[in-house]
């Protein structure tokens, strides 16, 4: 059994891995379509890292015998008028993302809720290297994504990602 308050959460967190899983299938297919395919393969695999996130917070809810509400998902509304505007918008969106999760955190610390402080800790890692990665792509980009050669060479580099499942089990 699990506190009413951090069923709404979970759910709305769960809401909010989809809508970032959508997000960044956006973002993939905005460089898919400018031929900057390396690009929209690291954002492709974002997009299945996030629908994986969801999944594991769905399943601890059904794992406690609670009920999973999926709500609609938001169309994604950003238009970038260049190469670096998903990169910003991506970073600012993480850190949201752990804000919301640190929240669920602090919710579950009040009530002694160790069980889901447990489960949660996997997540606050991850939005750690989260944030770090997208950091990361943001300054490498204002390195070497100016310069043409540059960019050629970091969308071939990111060409390269490709996807590992989490490795937190439920
Ligand atoms: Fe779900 O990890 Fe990013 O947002």
Redesign the pocket.
């Known amino acids: 059994m699990l506190n009413k308050k951090t069923v709404d959460l979970i759910n709305s967190q769960i809401n909010?891995?989809f809508y970032?899983s959508y997000l960044y299938l956006d973002m993939s297919n905005y460089y898919y379509a400018k031929n900057l395919n390396g690009f929209g393969n690291w954002f492709a695999i974002?997009t299945q890292?996030?629908y994986a996130?969801?999944m594991l917070f769905l399943k601890y809810v059904q794992n406690n015998g609670e009920t999973v509400t999926l709500n609609a998902i938001a169309a994604p509304d950003k238009a970038y008028s260049d190469f670096k505007q998903p990169l910003e918008t991506s970073l600012k969106?993480?850190i949201s993302?752990?804000a919301s999760i640190n929240d669920i955190y602090a919710e579950a610390h009040g009530l002694k809720d160790f069980k889901t402080m447990q489960f949660l800790n996997w997540?606050v890692k991850?939005?750690g290297e989260?944030e770090q990665k997208s950091d990361d792509l943001n300054k490498r980009f204002e390195l070497f994504g100016i310069d043409p050669r540059g960019l050629y060479l970091l969308d071939a580099e990111l060409a390269t990602r490709t996807y590992t499942a989490p490795s937190l089990v439920i």
Do not use: Y
């Open positions: 909010k891995e970032s974002q890292e996030e996130h969801a969106h993480e993302i752990s997540f991850e939005q989260e």
